[in-house]
């Protein structure tokens, strides 16, 4: 038994099953590392993508809403003072949310959740 024992030893049998033990482990984790990066690109693009679309929703409302604003106030600039103003107020709660943290906490949050998912 200790002779077969040491043959297989010297053979290299043992370490060739270790190795590719190894490997295969690396190959595992490599694959899982790149679906939750594509995870993470993906959900990346959707946002880029969401973010555009609203923009442009935001700039058309925006310009309908004062021009519509115009017309019920017989002038030519108080409605886009009026939607400028809106988008000034707007700017300011945004900017507050990301000085208090609470932007880069939800998008924490929301990465981590991403990074979770997974894929079967």
Same mark, same amino acid.
């Given at each position: 038994?200790?002779?077969?024992?040491?043959?297989?030893?010297? #053979?290299?049998?043992?370490?060739?099953?270790?190795?590719?033990?190894?490997?295969?482990?690396?190959?595992?984790?490599?694959?899982?590392?790149?679906?939750?990066?594509?995870?993470? !690109?993906?959900? /990346?693009?959707?946002?880029? &993508?969401?973010?555009?679309?609203?923009?442009?929703? !935001?700039?058309?409302?925006?310009?309908? !809403?004062?021009?519509?604003?115009?017309?019920?106030?017989? #002038? #030519?600039?108080?409605?886009? !003072? &009026?939607?400028?103003? /809106?988008?000034?107020?707007?700017?300011?709660?945004?900017?507050? %949310?990301? +000085?208090?943290?609470?932007?880069?906490?939800?998008?924490?949050? %929301?990465?981590?959740?991403?990074?979770?998912? +997974?894929?079967?």
């Amino acid at each position: 038994m200790l002779k077969l024992l040491l043959q297989l030893f010297n #053979s290299g049998v043992v370490v060739d099953t270790v190795q590719s033990l190894f490997q295969s482990k690396i190959e595992s984790v490599k694959t899982d590392f790149y679906k939750k990066l594509s995870n993470v !690109l993906a959900s /990346i693009i959707l946002i880029i &993508i969401i973010s555009f679309v609203g923009l442009m929703m !935001l700039l058309f409302l925006g310009f309908g !809403l004062s021009f519509y604003l115009n017309l019920i106030l017989d #002038s #030519s600039y108080l409605g886009f !003072l &009026i939607v400028g103003g /809106i988008f000034c107020i707007a700017a300011w709660v945004m900017s507050y %949310t990301i +000085r208090k943290g609470y932007l880069q906490k939800k998008l924490y949050e %929301t990465m981590l959740s991403v990074l979770e998912k +997974r894929n079967d």
